[in-house]
């Protein structure tokens, strides 16, 4: 836009072309604040809270549980597969000698 062109703007802030777009049945609020719907996240936030702390050592408890098995059955992989492969060398010695 050139600085000769001019838009109109009215009262809301809105230029005249996007007023004429703009209709709405209710009329123009302008800028509010929700207090309702904060009051309402501040409650779930709160209940929330309330059931988390006092539920917290028993959901850490059940990762650290989940966690230790995870890495004792990892390690109980690896060691299979090693186990595994050294009877395989085992073997092919074995078949070379005999």
């Not at 836009?1 to 072309?17: A, C, F, H, R």
């Not at 777009?21 to 309402?40: D, T």
């Not at 230790?68 to 078949?95: C, P, T, W, Y």
């Amino acid at each position: 836009m050139s600085e000769s062109e001019s838009t109109t703007t009215d009262e809301s802030g809105l230029p005249s072309e996007l007023k004429e777009v703009y209709r709405s049945v209710k009329p123009e609020m302008g800028m509010h604040g929700n207090n309702e719907m904060s009051l309402l996240g501040l409650i779930w936030f709160g209940l929330l809270i309330v059931l988390l702390i006092p539920l917290a050592p028993f959901i850490a408890l059940v990762w650290a549980i989940g966690y230790v098995r995870e890495r004792m059955l990892s390690e109980e992989e690896v060691n299979v597969h090693v186990r595994d492969q050294i009877r395989a060398r085992e073997r092919a010695r074995k078949g070379r000698v005999g």
